[in-house]
T-cell receptor, first 117, second 111 residues
């Protein structure tokens, strides 16, 4: 069953702690994305990667880090520098991050809800 | 700066009462307009992509249309299972382009 798997579904962070959110896809997509969703706000782009071993900052990258060592995986680390991490985090992927538009349709995982203890 | 505005923020309909959701955009060189459906606590589900003004797409009770300034999601004879938040996003193309999302419209359909 092809798709995007995010884990865990719920995550709690203690002050000063780094936490890592997992995102795995078996769709053979080149591009992957991380978004943050807050109540009453649109999705905001944190980081994106168009190809393995390469990634770019989005609009709100401060306090976050990513890696893209495998095509299938794009983990997001929320560092202690992120002072307001409570949010719903969404991972997405698309066939390609560039090229024709039909290949840029982004498909989303089920999300991880992060809260601060 | 690219902007996407959705209205109204929330919409309550009676089952069978047709209506439209609006998405207006200010994007330099729009390449595509996307509509998603999001259920509470879940990730967005892709519905439609519109590429050029005048284009229309349909899926069951939903029809999406696009003009040079806005897109509409028309819901015909909605059912309670259509209750969700509907997101639109604009794509401006280019080497480092990205989707710009609106805040969403929360639709509630009463039986």
């Amino acid at each position: 069953d092809g798709g995007i798997t995010q884990s865990p579904k719920y995550l709690f962070r203690k002050e000063g702690q780094n936490v890592t959110l997992s995102c795995e896809q078996n769709l053979n997509h080149d591009a992957m994305y991380w978004y943050r969703q807050d109540p009453g706000q649109g999705l905001r782009l944190i980081y994106y990667s168009q190809i393995v071993n390469d990634f770019q900052k989005g609009d709100i990258a401060e306090g976050y880090s990513v890696s893209r060592e495998k095509k299938e995986s794009f983990p997001l680390t929320v560092t202690s520098a992120q002072k307001n991490p409570t949010a719903f985090y969404l991972c997405a992927s698309s066939i390609s991050g560039r090229a024709q538009l039909s290949k840029n349709i982004q498909y989303f995982g089920a999300g991880t809800r992060l809260s601060v203890l | 700066e690219d902007q996407v505005t959705q209205s109204p923020e929330a919409l309550r309909l009676q089952e069978g009462e047709s209506s439209s959701l609006n998405c207006s955009y200010t994007v330099s060189g729009l390449r595509g307009l996307f509509w998603y459906r999001q259920d509470p606590g879940k990730g967005p589900e892709f519905l439609f992509t519109l590429y050029s003004a005048g284009e229309e797409k349909e899926k069951e009770r939903l029809k999406a249309t696009l003009t040079k300034k806005e897109s509409f999601l028309h819901i015909t004879a909605p059912k309670p299972e259509d209750s969700a938040t509907y997101l639109c996003a604009a794509y401006s193309g280019g080497a480092n382009s990205k989707l710009t999302f609106g805040k969403g419209i929360t639709l509630s359909v009463r039986p």
